[in-house]
Nanobody, 116 residues
Framework: QEHLVASGGGLVQAGGSLRLSCAAS????????MAWFRQAPGKDRELAAA????????YYLDSVKGRFTISRDNAKNTVYLQMNSLKPEDTAVYFC?????????WGQGTQVTVSS
């Protein structure tokens, strides 16, 4: 199975930036999508950003458009989330996700905390 390791979270002041990364290990195949979900305390998990295998199809949650950028390096089996102009509302645990055919694989989550 795929094993996902996410990193890059931390504590940052409003207006600051963070870059999350998630590397997939184990045997991987082509044509899989990757995504970042997030979940704030007391709130439902939501899809923050997603990217297709080729990078041709990208999705962003409306509230992060213009501030977050998702990208991937297939040679490294890695997805990134560059987060700029961070707001306190972005505070959440961010989870990496890989979707291959009918299977989904989840990372352990990394905490992002944005102070005002």
């Amino acid at each position: 199975q795929e094993h996902l390791v996410a990193s890059g979270g931390g504590l940052v002041q409003a207006g600051g930036s963070l870059r999350l990364s998630c590397a997939a290990s184990g045997r991987t195949f082509s044509n899989y999508a990757m995504a970042w979900f997030r979940q704030a305390p007391g709130k439902d998990r939501e899809l923050a950003a997603a990217i297709s295998w080729s990078g041709a199809i990208i999705y962003y949650l409306d509230s992060v458009k213009g501030r977050f950028t998702i990208s991937r390096d297939n040679a490294k089996n890695t997805v990134y989330l560059q987060m700029n102009s961070l707001k306190p509302e972005d505070t959440a645990v961010y989870f990496c996700n890989l979707k291959l055919a009918q299977f989904r694989y989840w990372g352990q989550g990394t905490q992002v905390t944005v102070s005002s």
